[in-house]
């Protein structure tokens, strides 16, 4: 049977999606250049977060675009997963962790630590089941975007910094359930509604310059998100442990 003809609009439309979510490469590219200007500035960091803000955008929307096209049906011989996962491996861990090192937030001696961030995110990147059918994460996702974020703008630095890396490194390899908010699901659903606001609460602080530092106030307050996402995938993970452990006591 002939596979059935697709029009070269949807052929159009389907290679636009893939230009899309590629375009986070040039987001990439971007931010790399501005990490290896010589003069560095807290607005030269202040544009890298901008940039690796619109690059959560286009990762959180481009999945939509896809499946409302069929992309698979339509270009069946390019993978947009796999460029979908060069693309967050470069935007959600390699350039945060150059980002880190870069803005000196880790003591002298420390630089193993993002060494162990990058081995750990590559470890979680190739699991097989690292997302689950009912739309979480097993293990730590790689956000450390939002890590390089908090260090900066906070700031987090020296030990505390180091700490901080080493323990959300570890967390990787524990398979806890962590959400998946463009994924369905009445957690996720919660999640991504809230993530909305949040998001707005970033650009508020990123919009100012940084000349005179990033407005702590607001970086404080868009921190309740990441510790309502943290809590909840812990506690949630917490609670399907004790349940599990309890089944066999409730059948004796």
Known sequence: MNPKAV????????WSVHAYTGSGLALGAWIAAL??????????????????????????????????????????????RRLDDLVDFLLYTCLPLVLIDRAGLLPEGS?????????ASAYGFCQADIKTADGAFLGFPSYWNIVAFYLFALPVTGAWAVALIAALAALTFVPSRYAYPTQPGRGNRVLLVLGVPWALVLLAAMVPSWEDGPPRALVRASLLYPVLYLASAWSLSLYRAVSRASRPLAHQ
């Open 7 to 14: 029009s070269p609009v949807r052929v159009c439309l389907a």
């Open 111 to 119: 630089r193993w630590v993002l060494v162990v961030a990058l081995v």
């Open 35 to 80: 990490l290896l200007e010589p003069a560095r500035t807290p607005d030269t960091y202040r544009t890298c977060f901008l940039l690796m803000l619109a690059a959560v955008l286009v990762d959180a929307t481009d999945g939509t675009l896809a499946r409302a096209i069929r992309i698979r049906e339509v270009v069946p011989g390019f993978d947009g």
